[in-house]
């Protein structure tokens, strides 16, 4: 079962001994027409939003590969009982720092307005539409893609650095899960094929090496059914202590 407050226990955030940090939204956008999952957060804050629930501007190809990989993913039944399934859908909100327990209220150390910005755009289907799944048998992580009107680059299609921003969301998480915090030090990318606007793609990350604080990653993007390779890329990401982002060291 998807939660919606995910703790983010990197070993290198230094703060009190129990002390996580929690992703939430509090996006005033009307909800998903599948229900929302409820979590501790509400207790406290507005529902939050999770944007990778499907929408009503999502197309027959973005449905087809989240029910692809939402049918083979673990959760928990109405029974009660848990359904094994090699894959799992992370869930995705338009805010990352609030709140950590432990009496330090992130956002006044950030900015109280910031949002992620593949979530900030509440005309569903404008922009970013995205899911991501994980496989930790596998270790492998999809993202599935449709690309909204107004991320026009040439046109007809999509924006350079809007499949940039994509690729980068798929292997940064990836990297995440690798490694804990780490942040972009190297995107490489080919781009081999234009993305018409509105189409859906699939992006597939592998984590290919690790070395000491260095994390490589590479990832595919294709047309929903594989046949069509839009770019391939490498990164290189770098673990990093969250205080370091907090404290601008
Ligand atoms: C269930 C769980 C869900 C998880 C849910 C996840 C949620 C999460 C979603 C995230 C999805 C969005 C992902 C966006 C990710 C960004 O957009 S990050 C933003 C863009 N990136 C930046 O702003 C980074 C700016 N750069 C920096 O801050 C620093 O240069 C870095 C990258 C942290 C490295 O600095 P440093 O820690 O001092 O590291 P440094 O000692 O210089 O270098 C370490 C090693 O890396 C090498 N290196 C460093 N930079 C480079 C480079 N550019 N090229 C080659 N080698 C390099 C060094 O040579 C060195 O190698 P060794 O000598 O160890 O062999």
């Not at 087809?64 to 799992?88: A, D, F, I, M, V």
């Not at 990653?217 to 370091?244: E, P």
Request: glycine letters at 10%.
């Amino acid at each position: 079962m998807t939660r919606s407050i995910l703790p983010l226990t990197g070993r290198s955030l230094r703060a009190p001994k129990s002390s996580c940090v929690f992703i939430y939204d509090d996006s005033k956008a009307p909800p998903p027409p599948f229900s929302a999952p409820q979590g501790l957060a509400s207790g406290f804050f507005s529902k939050p939003r999770d944007f990778s629930l499907p929408n009503s501007s999502w197309g027959p190809e973005m449905m087809r590969l989240y029910e692809q990989y939402n049918s083979q993913c673990g959760e928990e039944t109405e029974g009660g009982e848990n359904r094994e399934g090699p894959w799992k859908r992370l869930p995705s909100y338009n805010r990352f720092l609030k709140y950590a327990t432990g009496g330090v209220y992130l956002s006044r150390m950030i900015h109280k307005k910031a949002r992620l910005f593949t979530r900030n755009n509440r005309d569903q289907g404008a922009t970013f539409e995205y899911v991501l799944f994980f496989n930790s048998e596998e270790d492998k992580c999809v993202g599935v893609f449709q690309a909204g009107h107004l991320l026009e680059g040439p046109p007809g299609h999509v924006h350079g650095g809007a499949i940039a921003t994509m690729i980068d969301t798929v292997i940064g998480t990836h990297a995440t899960i690798a490694c804990g915090p780490v942040l972009t030090a190297n995107l490489n990318i080919n781009y081999r094929r234009p993305i018409p606007l509105g189409n859906t793609v699939l992006l597939e990350s592998s984590v290919d090496k690790k070395e000491g604080k260095k994390v490589f990653v590479t990832c595919k993007m294709t047309s929903s059914d594989g046949s069509k390779l839009h770019t391939d890329s490498t990164a290189l990401f770098v673990s990093i202590k969250v205080s370091q982002l907090l404290l601008g060291s």
